[in-house]
């Protein structure tokens, strides 16, 4: 059985929110250009993955395709991982006492 779904104000809503995603997309950008410290840029990075799971969602629902579902949890997941491993590894150099 093959069911359609359709979203309520698709026609208006997918084109304001991918534009609210480009908006947000310049302006971490600018972020991740500028940021003083590499904590900022981290962040920023952390940011554009999600943005871009965002993204991808918002391409899935455009297109009606799921497979599209699969690859945007397979992107957090690595995001979410890589901002672990940089918590670690920030966390281990910061936590380390000065010498006396």
């Known amino acids: 059985m093959n069911a359609t779904i359709?979203?309520?104000?698709?026609?208006?809503?997918?084109?304001?929110?991918?534009?609210?995603?480009?908006?947000?997309?310049?302006?971490?950008?600018?972020?991740?250009?500028?940021?003083?410290?590499?904590?900022?840029?981290?962040?920023?990075?952390d940011a554009l993955t999600l943005l871009g799971v965002a993204a991808l969602v918002l391409f899935s629902l455009w297109q009606s395709q799921r497979v599209l579902l699969d690859v945007a949890v397979l992107l957090a997941l690595l995001s979410f991982i890589g901002s672990a491993a940089y918590a670690l590894l920030f966390s281990k150099t910061h936590d380390q006492e000065p010498p006396q």
Do not use: F
Not at 9 to 33: C, E, F, K, Q, T
Not at 38 to 43: M, S
């Open 6 to 45: 359709t979203l309520a104000g698709a026609d208006w809503l997918l084109p304001l929110v991918g534009s609210l995603l480009l908006a947000s997309m310049s302006l971490i950008l600018l972020r991740l250009w500028r940021g003083p410290s590499q904590a900022d840029r981290a962040v920023a990075i």
